[in-house]
């Protein structure tokens, strides 16, 4: 879990097996049919791509439990918000043929916008820091009387353009699918093609993904898996039915098959030039010089000195990928997130098996150094209670506190309902690193193992030399 991302989908849940050196299949194998007995998922594929060969792909469970079909590589997943990667990724390749430029403001692109959007550019859009609102807010006119099932592009934009802004572009991040949607339209203005057909014949047939499409629920899919999610502790069909003229926020279906090959291809050139997705993988800076880690369409961070860009999914899909080490991880369940009903536990299974192959990542597996700052580490344990109560300590930068969102204070509370402990296992010295969360720069980060009735976690606390938390992030492993 880490307390700053706003969405279900990054909630991170890992395990807490130790990693063999280097992984085996067996002991990958072992972790992801553990992980889904714990979790409740129904099916699952993974992919692990080494230097761009596949070292594995395995497929776990059923992808439809009423006729009890298991789940093969083949099995076509909704991705949700991993066509975010594809939608920026669209939006760059126009970039590259001169037809749009990412400091464009979007009201060049789509002149019927509101004047709030006035200062909004397309690069805003992409690193979701153009202050449009968030998931809870979206649409907000829409909402009115329920759901619909269908909704077409012109119902959504008037939606969007009726919006309030919850803050100044580029001043703050905020996961917005408003953003994503209105890149959609952007893509289609520039490329005189609809979103789907763009993808289609600039990614999809080029590539041979032949498993890949864009979301139509009038269309029969092969092999695609049918999603569910947990509500009053039972496992139920997740009911996902709206269809929508443009979902360029988060209506992509492919396969495991299909992804080790875009992946591949992203990283041999062959759909954007180098230079470019280096651009897309480098953190956005905000206003007040600070960054935040979002790229263009992928979340950029990085785990005890390797890169980790990423993205995941509310139905239950995720993609990683640590290219310093040429290592891809790719995940794909059909246990999702519905917002508003009980908290599910997909994602963060790429981490988890990613930590079996780098060496050094995790923190579980290391043995715990004697604590020679207790006063420290009591200090840290209080403010995570506090964070529960929706108490923020000073000891917390300001801008941190800022992505602290009740979804997460609420599953931090759950955890610390239940504490038995909470021990120091070590601290990275991060000086030499020169590294630096939401503009404060960090002196060393410090990792803890917290035990409840549950679960073991990990609590990694970003500290600068003043001793503040500049960010927090935890894990099960």
């Given amino acids: 879990m880490s307390l700053r991302i706003p969405h279900a989908m990054v909630i991170l849940l890992l395990s807490s097996f130790a990693p063999s050196s280097p992984a085996s299949g067996d002991s990958i194998d072992d972790y992801i049919r553990a992980e889904m007995a714990k979790r409740r998922i129904p099916g699952l594929v993974l992919a692990v791509a080494k230097e761009g060969a596949v070292v594995k792909m395995e497929a776990y469970g059923y992808a439809n439990l009423e006729h009890e079909v298991p789940v093969i590589p083949d099995t076509v997943f909704e991705l949700a918000s991993v066509t975010k990667q594809f939608t920026a990724t669209a939006i760059m390749s126009l970039v590259e043929d001169g037809k749009l430029q ?15 959007w006035k200062g909004i550019t397309v690069r805003h859009l992409l690193t979701h820091t153009s202050g449009l609102p968030g998931l809870e807010d979206s649409f907000k006119t829409l909402r009115a009387g329920g759901v619909r099932t269908n909704y077409t592009t012109a119902q959504l934009f008037d939606a969007a353009a009726k919006d309030a802004l919850s803050f100044g572009p580029g001043e703050r991040f905020q996961y917005s699918d ?11 203005t520039a490329s005189g093609q609809r979103y789907r057909d763009y993808l289609d014949a600039r990614f999809f047939k080029p590539l041979g993904m032949t498993s890949t499409s864009v979301l139509d629920h009038w269309k029969i899919l092969k092999h695609r898996a049918a999603g569910y999610t947990i509500r009053e502790n039972q496992l139920v069909n997740i009911r996902r039915v709206v269809q929508s003229e443009l979902p360029s926020w988060g209506g992509v279906f492919s396969s495991v098959r299909d992804l080790v090959t875009w992946d591949g291809a992203l990283a041999a050139g062959r759909v954007v030039k180098p230079s470019t997705l280096a651009q897309m993988w480098t953190p956005v800076r905000l206003n007040y010089g600070g960054t935040f880690p979002y790229g263009l369409g992928w979340f950029v ?4 000195g390797h890169r980790w860009i990423s993205h995941a999914g509310i139905t239950g899909t995720e993609l990683s990928r640590f290219p310093d080490d040429g290592l891809t991880v790719i995940v794909l369940t059909n246990l999702g997130q519905t917002l508003g009903f009980t908290r599910v536990n997909s994602w963060g299974l790429t981490y988890g098996v990613a930590g079996r192959y780098i060496q050094g990542m995790l923190v579980g597996p290391q043995k715990e150094q004697a604590d020679t700052d207790p ?47 909470f021990t120091f296992i070590a601290c990275d010295d991060a000086q030499a690193r020169t590294m630096e969360r939401y503009g404060a720069r960090v002196s060393r980060i410090c990792h803890y193992r917290l035990v409840n009735a549950m679960e073991t976690r990990y609590y990694s606390f970003w500290l600068t030399a003043e001793g503040r938390i500049a960010d927090i992030w935890s894990s099960t492993e």
Avoid at 105 to 112: D, Q, S, T, V, Y
Avoid at 178 to 188: A, C, Q
Avoid at 301 to 304: A, P, S, V, Y
């Fill in 102 to 116: 990412v400091d464009d403001p979007i009201l060049w692109h789509l002149p019927r916008g509101p004047e709030t």
């Fill in 301 to 304: 961070d990085e785990r005890r």
């Fill in 375 to 421: 006063v420290t580490s009591q200090q840290l344990r209080d403010v995570l209670a506090g964070i529960a109560r929706s108490e923020d300590s000073p000891l917390l930068i300001p801008t941190l506190t800022t992505y602290f969102t009740p979804s997460g204070r609420g599953v931090l509370a759950d955890l610390l309902s239940t504490l038995r402990s």
């Fill in 178 to 188: 408003v953003g994503y949607f209105l890149l959609g339209m952007i893509i289609e």
